[in-house]
């Protein structure tokens, strides 16, 4: 019982301590506004044209006001989640505690060759076992990267999406036969489809010459890339993701599915389902079968976030 308590005290703390938490960029000249990417040209134009005796707008111009977002911000899903494995019995070995903790930071402005910017990049991810007595740590895995992105705008000088180039580290912080650490050099990017509906696609490349000689077959199970697809109601209250990391056998493949539902339109706090189904979601035990169901509490990122 009076873990049970611990629990739901350390829910509780957690949601209240998030409850005064924002996590939209702010869009054109430092107004909070949470648009559609069609909405959000037009608003730039309007902007432009007030600056300007033109009718034209021009690619620069559209790149300006999306570097006038907030240079930090949220950059994955940050959450606290628990729960069970569905393929094992309830006790303290299979339930555990997950959470995630992700921002980014802009370096620059996209005035760099090409027209990119440079960011780094932050991902923390723990498994506790918080059932378990003194509560210790399973795993923790950390993601820290630096890169150069992009913006995607059209021939008609609209805002369609980003992409991204990485170099990124991810290891968990063992010595020993515990050890798993790997460099990798990535490509990723986003693109709208419309108001309501997004893509992502990322895929990595292994510098083989710096992995751990006790994960050097690491891809096998965590494959070498990943698609999402990101799907948000027309009231905005839900928010639904598909994450799917293809490996060399199809059928096997890692599966993330995610709903989250927005407690109050005032803040950036959802009520948060993920189903995890696959092999590589820790580090420490990258060839385990994990089927784990959890829920919890999540801060998420701007929908329309360049990032």
Known sequence: MKLFSRIIFLLLALFLSLFQIHGQDEILNGDTIIEPPKRINLLIKERVLKERSTLEISEKDVRKKLDSTHSFGILKDNYFIT?????????????????QISFRQRLSNSYLPFNTFVFISYTQKSFWNIYKKSSPFRDTNFNPGIGFGRYLISEDNNYMGSIFLQLEHESNGKDSLNSRS??????????????????????????????EDTNTDLLTYKGYGNISVDYRTKNERWWFTANITPRRNVITMNTTLSAAFQVSKKFNQYLFFEFYNGRGDSLLEYKEYDLKLRIGMCIKPDFFSVF
């Open 83 to 99: 729960g069970n494995s569905l393929n094992k019995q309830i006790n303290v070995d299979n339930a555990d505690v997950k959470y």
């Open 182 to 211: 790997w460099d990798f050099a990535s490509i990723s990017g986003k693109y709208y489809f419309n108001d309501r509906l997004f893509f992502r696609a990322k895929a990595w490349l292994p510098l083989f010459l710096l992995m």
